[in-house]
């Protein structure tokens, strides 16, 4: 309809016609609205955190109905990844890349609370950590599956097999863990004291963001002369961690500190892979790696010289042969 140049100009007719299309207009984006609601609310599975339009993403729903984020690539033999505090499965990148293009399919999740899975208040405790990567597996059915896990995701694969067994694993690698725990106890005295777990408590409360970007500096060794950590790896790590929630973040510092992981590591009765730098400055390799190898039955150690605590990047050539070599054998 062309409107008229001048009021004088306008029929009943043409003013109708204008009242209609206006009302028209505007109730369409309210009718768009309402849709879209409507269809969320008859999709209980449908993401809180939703993808860009026609990107859909892959989710398993827990039985506390926390949404838990999954990456599932390339074909093969599967390698399942868990990452360490406070990132994502985007940690895994480089290892999934090389692995997928060697022949396996690599598949890894954001624990709950973290990346883009969701944001429950509860539930952030190891047990649960690992019945939600049983949960992964279960709905993906996978079956022969090394299963690698740095820092606390060493913890949440060490918990997952002596929660869940080792009937869908073949093999099981730790990288940087915290097995078989990190706290001072009477069964580990030589453990770090609890104080400096309530500093990091103190630091990610008092301000979250600022904590993640100093703690860059230990956790890929960029103090230590010739380190080579590039502005891109310290900004991917403060990334990751803002994208989790603060509330299972904080939570999660007791479980990574506190949790004792002595029997679940006698329970990993498969080959099992210890990968560690002597240079770790996160998880000091004499309180962790070094116990963990005399308690899994069918453990091997190898120390990564000058090694850091993020190896995943900052000797990720060396880490991805071993993981191949390993995968293989």
Not at 246 to 271: H, R
Request: charged share 20%; proline share 6%.
């Amino acid at each position: 309809m062309t409107i008229p140049s001048t009021p004088s100009d306008l029929t009943r007719r043409d003013l109708l016609a204008l009242g209609g299309q206006l009302a028209l207009a505007a109730a369409l984006p309210l009718a768009l609205a309402d849709g879209a609601e409507a269809a969320a609310s008859s999709s209980p599975s449908t993401p809180s955190q939703h993808p860009l339009p026609g990107a859909p993403m892959s989710y398993v729903t827990t039985k506390d109905g926390t949404q838990i984020f999954y990456k599932d690539w390339g074909s093969g033999k599967p390698v399942v990844f868990s990452h360490g505090w406070p990132l994502s499965s985007d940690a895994w990148e480089d290892q999934m890349l090389f692995l997928g293009q060697n022949g396996f399919r690599v598949i890894a999740h954001d624990r709950r609370g973290h990346g883009r899975s969701s944001q429950s208040w509860s539930g952030n405790d190891m047990d649960t950590y690992a019945d939600d990567l049983a949960a992964v597996l279960d709905k993906l059915d996978i079956k022969d599956a090394m299963l690698v896990g740095h820092s606390t995701g060493g913890g949440e694969v060490t918990r997952y097999v002596g929660r869940h067994g080792v009937k869908r694993v073949s093999k099981v690698v730790l990288v940087g863990a915290v097995p078989p725990t990190m706290m001072k106890s009477a069964a580990y005295p030589n453990g770090l004291p609890k104080d400096v777990f309530d500093g990091i408590r103190a630091g990610v409360q008092k301000d979250r963001s600022q904590f993640y970007k100093d703690l860059t500096t230990p956790f890929f060794g960029a103090n230590r002369p010739n380190a080579q950590v590039s502005q891109g790896m310290r900004d991917s790590f403060w990334l990751q961690g803002m994208q989790g929630s603060l509330k299972s973040q904080f939570d999660c510092i007791k479980q990574f500190s506190e949790t004792d992981f002595t029997e679940d590591l006698k329970k990993i009765t498969v080959p099992t892979l210890i990968i560690h730098g002597d240079d770790d400055q996160i998880v000091p390799i004499g309180n962790s790696a070094e116990l963990s190898v005399k308690l899994a039955p069918k453990a091997t150690l190898k120390v990564y010289k000058g090694g850091s605590h993020g190896l995943a990047a900052t000797s990720k050539d060396q880490l991805n042969a071993d993981l191949l070599a390993f995968a293989k054998s």
